[in-house]
Every structure is written in C-alpha cells, then in structure tokens.
C-alpha cells in the first residue's frame, strides 16, 4: 500500500509570491492534515480537512490555505510568501476523524 | 502557549542502555498520546500510542508510561541501538475532535556504538 506522497519535494520561491503544495493520502484515508516545521517553532498544525470540509484550524494567518477534493487528495496554498514561511510542510492522513496519523516525507519550501 | 513540553532536547546513549525521554501535558482534555520518531529527510513515523485508560503499552523495544494525575507521559526505548539515532517527538489530542496533534519540541537522540 502507497504512503502518503506529497509533491514537490523542493521548492524554491522569492518573497511575495504564492505556492500550492499537493498531498495524496494513503489510498482509503479521508481526512487530510497539514503541519509546519521549523528549527524554532518546531511542528505546528495548520488545518485538518474531513470529506471536503475544513474541519480545524491552527493559529496561522489567512495567507495559508488548503482544500480538499473529492478523492481525498489536498492542496495547501500560502500566497504573499514572506522568509519566515521557508520551513517543511508535512501532510499527514488517517483513515477517518480518528488517529493514527500517517505522516508524507514533506515539501521543503525555502523563500530567497 | 506551549502544551506539551518535552525533555531533554538532546540524548546520548551506549549501545545497548536505555533512552528515556518525558513529555508533560498542560490541557486535561488530551486522551490520545503518540510518539513518532523522525529521521533527517523523512516525514515522521508513528511509533506506538497510548490512550489514558491505560498506564503501560509496551511494543517491542519501545514503552509508553503514562501518568494521567501528573499528567505526564514518556518513552522508554531498551537495548538502544545505533539505528534508533533518530529524533523523537510527542504529541497529544482531543480524539472526537479530528486530526490535530499537538507536538513536544522534539529530543534529538543519538546511540553510540
């Protein structure tokens, strides 16, 4: 069975642009999450989605996005990229609102 | 407001000793408690649970302890290997409200041979 893949694996961006960063769950799962990590703040959650539906939220700005569609894949969009988004953002799925979560290699996204 | 808190942040271990590291939780309304072990240039790898209804899950090598009036949890890994050289992180949740896991800040083990 395929874990979770997450693409790109690298990404490069300038300030003030925007990314989408693309998250395929393990085959069955419907609920998508999405966490940030970094040195400082290490791993923060962003939001969660369930059937489509944005089901949690994290304490980041509005600039962080996502959705889900109806295969269960997810998108997260971060749009006015500033330096400090520059960090690896990890999607993780579970089969349904419960644990446990699997968790993608991650995107690592850095901002020039 | 950080509601896990995990230490130490750095471990060295011999081959073969025990590793330890402790996770202590501030919200009362957790009940599902993870561990997941990350190697440099992968995504974190679920290791073993517990839930509070239990004080003790062992699998393997690894073991949860769980002291839910103190609320606070650890990680016991035996016979540490050099394999085991990984970081480490605890996590909680509230499990009827969806996917949303709260970290520790990570303990950055390193097994010497």
């Known amino acids: 069975k395929a874990g979770v893949t997450q693409t790109p694996r690298y990404l490069i961006k300038t300030r003030g642009q925007q990314v989408t960063l693309s998250c395929s769950p393990i085959?069955?799962?419907?609920?998508v999450s999405w966490y940030q990590q970094t040195p400082g703040q290490g791993l923060q959650f962003l939001f969660e989605?369930?059937?489509?539906?944005?089901?949690n939220k994290g304490n980041f700005p509005g600039r962080f996005s996502g959705r889900q569609f109806s295969n269960s894949r997810s998108e997260m969009n971060v749009s006015t990229l500033e330096l400090g988004d520059s960090a690896l953002y990890l999607c993780?799925?579970?089969?349904?609102?419960?644990?446990?979560?699997?968790f993608g290699d991650g995107t690592r996204l850095s901002i020039l | 407001q950080q509601q896990v808190k995990q230490s130490p942040q750095s471990l060295i271990v011999q081959k073969g000793g025990i590793s330890i590291i402790n996770c202590a939780y501030e919200n009362t309304a957790f009940d599902y408690f993870p561990w997941y072990q990350q190697f440099p240039g992968k995504g974190p790898a679920l290791l073993i649970a517990?839930?509070?209804?239990?004080s003790e899950k062992k699998e393997g090598r690894f073991t949860i302890s769980f002291n839910k009036s103190a609320k606070q949890f650890s990680l016991h890994i035996m016979d540490s290997q050099p394999g085991d050289s990984a970081t480490y992180f605890c996590a909680a949740s509230v499990d009827n409200a969806g996917n949303m896991l709260t970290f520790g800040g990570g303990t950055r083990l390193m097994v010497k041979p």
């Open positions: 517990i839930r509070p209804d239990v």
């Open positions: 993780a799925s579970s089969w349904r609102g419960n644990q446990p979560q699997h």
């Open positions: 085959s069955g799962h419907r609920s």
């Open positions: 989605y369930f059937s489509e539906t944005q089901r």
